[in-house]
């Protein structure tokens, strides 16, 4: 029982994790109907810049997060004004195909020498690993951080689209670009906003995943990236609630199978969830089925 | 008739240049083993092409799964070759045949349920098929040893030479060509512009959407058994999702609903990707990856409806029919979110 227990709060660890990325996507894909694929590499930059933050140039962790926050911001804007800004009224596969490019640049670029290079790099952790027990169950300091981080952002992320204007700005965006824009609604620039909060949301979790699992590389972006997008799918893409509840089902299933059953199959268990729920649901779980217009 | 007389004959003069050119660059040792095998590669990378060419680009189903096919069809053909066939012309073809058939088998049961999906969901649940997929070939091995599993499956026969890779990949062109002109590529088209109208007009657009996905992925798998006897090993990375990546680049690159587009990108891509090396040279290797990513960005961002926008090459046009493509400013309607 304390196993399962055990392996429930990795599931969390893990969950919340893509909670956090699968946000990214999930915004972005409200404000403009666009999987971006290069957010798997955002989150990869922003765990190398907190790397580099808190054992190169000595930052203490609050401050690398936040570092790699800021940078991604910045990355996420310059993306989407190079590679899907001119595309946004071309067909909607040419900007998927433009964020694909986006992606492998990223990734080559970061593994070029003088860049990150192409290694494994084995983070050395900023804080020692603390573990607590409570109640017969136990609990590492980074899980708490972690968990504590994430909710945070969570509840900053739902404070902002619901109780500010850029957030009013998004959702309305989300429902209708031309009538946002006939309500004078900057749709660049809260397009622009969106990409810089998904962004930093990534490079959170970038920097958060480095910490809990210890080694990054250039590449590492795109399967957390796949998963998390994935989880925003199966919550229903667009729906913020439904990003967190999609990451956290996808956190236990992968926990649970590789802890019970086999962790090859952890890909194919949590994948053929998503195909099973997608049948019953097609828009996910919180997703709402739009109807047919002819 | 008189035009169906030259256009014809403009498609065997092509083929025999084309042929004749090949060996001639041979002969004189122009073209090395090889550029032979990314000459031979790029028309296997076609045929799979075709594959989704039908299924996205003429049926507008969002595909991104089309390399489990391939590899579907690969693992298949290259355990009949490997066990039985032992480079036997014979039991090549079998094994072509069954590598097609498995794929279309699989394509069938997997699409019957999920086809129902639209866009972007379509699109994740095929994703989600092909990392199952992989999955699958990284354990086989637990289940049927001689597949090799995670490590990969060596030791297949080379029987696929140059020639019978051009022999299909002209088959495959022709048959796609005339598929997409007749009565069944018109119901693909029909319910790519918009299925309900195309329901509404009396098609019956599951029987036609799921015949489209299981002969895209039969060719996928046909593209994926003559890979696997035209080099000795397999492995699962070679069949994951990124590999569906590269299909999809192809097909959206050469312009959706274009036959023209899909084949001539495919081998320009193959070409594309080892011609880097050659002028990159040593020093600069490490670039490859970076300038193969800008290429891709800035030829969209350039041509976002792609190289050839739905029109066709003069032989790529059927005989007395004009083209089914909507020759709209949009272009295609398929995409993302319609």
Known sequence: MEHVMGQIINGLQLGFMYALIALGYTMVYGVVKLINFAHGDVFMVGAFVGYFGFSQWGMPVPVAVLTAMAVCAVLGVVIEKIAYRPLRYAPKIAALISALGMSLFLEYFCSLKFVFGPNYRVVQRPIEEVHWQLGGITVSNIQVMVMVTVILMLLLVQYMLFKTKTGMAMRTVSLDHDAARLMGVNVDSVISATFAIGSALAAAGGVLYAIAYPQIHPFM?????????????????????????????????????????????????????????????????????????? | MKQKYNQT??????????????????????????????????????????????????????????????????????????????GDILWFIIALIAGSLAAALVALLIGLPILRLRSDYLGIATLGFGIIVKVGMDNANKVIPVLGGATGMSGLPRVANFEIIFLFFLAAILLVRNLIYSKY???????????????????????????????????????????????????????????SFDFLLIVVLGGLGSLSGTIVTAIGWAFLLEGLRFVLGEQFIDFRGVIYALILVVTILMRPQGLFNGKELLFMKPPRLKTPVIKGEEGPHAGLGN
């Open chain 1, 221 to 294: 972006g795109i399967m957390p990236g796949l998963k998390a997008f994935t989880a925003a799918v199966l919550g229903g893409i667009g729906i913020v609630p439904g990003a967190v509840l999609g990451a956290l089902i996808m956190g236990q299933v992968e926990t649970l199978t590789a802890a019970f059953l086999s962790s090859q199959l952890r890909d194919a268990i949590a994948f053929g969830i998503l195909i099973l729920v997608l049948l019953v649901r097609p828009c996910g779980i919180l997703g709402k089925t739009e109807t047919e217009k002819v």
């Open chain 2, 9 to 86: 004959l403009l498609l065997i003069a092509a083929v025999v240049i084309f042929y004749a050119l090949v060996k001639t660059l041979i002969y004189f040792g122009v073209l090395s083993s090889y550029w032979q095998l990314v000459l031979d590669q790029s028309m296997i990378v076609t045929i799979g092409a075709l594959g989704l060419s039908i299924i996205y680009g003429f049926t507008g189903q969002f595909s991104l799964g089309h390399a489990a096919f391939y590899g579907i069809g690969a693992y298949t053909a290259g355990a009949i070759g490997k066990t039985i066939g032992h």
């Open chain 2, 185 to 243: 590529g018109r119901a693909f088209t029909s319910i790519r512009e918009d299925e309900i109208a195309a329901d509404a007009m009396g098609i019956d657009t599951t029987r036609y959407k799921t015949m489209a996905f299981v002969l895209g992925c039969a060719l996928a798998g046909l593209a994926g058994s003559l890979y696997a006897h035209r080099y000795p090993f397999l492995h699962p990375a070679s069949f994951d999702f990124l590999k």
